[in-house]
Nanobody, 123 residues
Framework: QVQLVESGGGSVQAGGSLRLSCAAS????????MAWFRQAPGNEREGVAS????????RYGDSVKGRFAISQDNAKNTVYLQMNSLKPEDTAIYYC????????????????WGQGTQVTVSS
């Protein structure tokens, strides 16, 4: 089993920054891929960023490329999402997810999910 706990959400004005954290516990081999997804009211869940925890391979959704950065601290079993130049359309609940493989942005490849953290960006 894998447990994921997100933190760092909040409210910020457009152009601001936030950093989300996802603390993971449980079997390492089934959380080789870590990712962030988000879901805004009335929208489907969207893949934001993913990382292969055994290396440095990352992927980003088109809407966040150049603004968001995913990183990891394996010693702390924590994955981060640094969000810069935030826009009102980034407002959503952000979820951390873990899976074995592949490390892409398709939610059905991830078996474990956190409870989510709200990010609100005002104009």
């Amino acid at each position: 089993q894998v447990q994921l706990v997100e933190s760092g959400g909040g409210s910020v004005q457009a152009g601001g920054s936030l950093r989300l954290s996802c603390a993971a516990s449980g079997y390492t081999y089934i959380r080789k891929c870590m990712a962030w997804f988000r879901q805004a009211p009335g929208n489907e869940r969207e893949g934001v960023a993913s990382v292969y925890t055994g290396g440095f391979s990352t992927r980003y959704g088109d809407s966040v490329k150049g603004r968001f950065a995913i990183s990891q601290d394996n010693a702390k079993n924590t994955v981060y999402l640094q969000m810069n130049s935030l826009k009102p359309e980034d407002t959503a609940i952000y979820y951390c997810a873990a899976g074995a493989w592949p490390c892409d942005l398709l939610e059905y490849h991830y078996s474990y999910w956190g409870q989510g953290t709200q990010v609100t960006v005002s104009s």
